[in-house]
């Protein structure tokens, strides 16, 4: 057990819905990362925020958003879903990136597989 | 740029075999972190091993050594007398401070299926 918490497990939705995927990290941890995991694309980096600010951001959609609220759980939302979309979704959470420190192994949660149909 | 490359997609061996994946990495930064995770078939992510750039002392825990060359930009990982459990795919990953975030780039994975 990695000690990061993701939910839904599971969760299938229609084109046009708007989903929340939600992450707790591991104690202490302040980084949280998103990943998406699609057949074609592999792993693919989408933001990642410390300590409730955005700290850098990938390949993410613009109608995919997330934020990191105060007690440092994470939620990515996304919206106006298309068939493309479905993928497992995986948030990881690091002790931190003070910039130019050591951030600290990134341990992943169990993902969120969204299947949108 | 950052990169990391697994060229070997599949590998399918015998129980007992030994097995080695190859992965290769690209970074202009001189100071970063190499990782393995393991995707077993229930889909989670599972940590193995952190390396980083200034310690290229090889290592060994139980039936799994990597191999750590950076004049080759190598980091490569072998399990020995391999079991049907280490079956699973196997990500290689790079981490540096490019743009501060440490983010990991991921390599495209090795799938390894291990045959009883």
């Known amino acids: 057990d990695s000690g990061v918490t993701q939910t839904p497990k599971h969760l299938i939705t229609a084109t046009g819905q708007r989903v929340t995927l939600r992450c707790s990290p591991r104690s202490g941890d302040l980084s949280v990362y998103w990943y998406q995991q699609s057949l074609d694309q592999g792993l693919q980096f989408l933001i990642q925020y410390y300590n409730g600010e955005e700290r850098a951001k990938g390949n993410i959609l613009e109608r995919f958003s997330a934020q990191q609220f105060p007690d440092l759980h994470s939620e990515l939302n996304l919206s106006s879903l298309e068939l493309g979309d479905s993928a497992l979704y995986f948030c990881a959470s690091s002790v931190g990136t003070g910039l130019g420190t050591n951030p600290g192994t990134l341990h992943f949660g169990n993902g969120t597989r969204l299947t949108v149909t | 740029a950052q990169k990391v490359t697994q060229a070997q997609t599949e590998i399918s061996v015998v129980e007992k075999e030994d097995v080695t994946l190859d992965c290769v990495y690209e970074?202009?930064?001189?100071?970063?972190?190499l990782f393995w995770y393991k995707q077993p078939p229930s889909g989670e992510l599972v940590f193995l091993i952190r390396?980083?750039?200034?310690?290229?002392q090889n290592e060994i825990s139980g039936r799994y050594s990597w191999n750590f060359q950076k004049s080759t930009s190598s980091f490569n990982f072998t399990i020995t007398a391999s079991q049907v459990v280490d079956s699973a795919v196997y990500f290689c990953?790079?981490?540096?401070?490019?743009?501060?975030?440490?983010?990991?780039?991921f390599g495209s994975g090795t799938r390894l299926l291990v045959r009883p």
């Open positions: 390396r980083n750039s200034f310690d290229e």
């Open positions: 970074t202009r930064d001189t100071t970063y972190y």
């Open positions: 990953a790079l981490s540096d401070s490019m743009d501060s975030s440490y983010k990991l780039i």
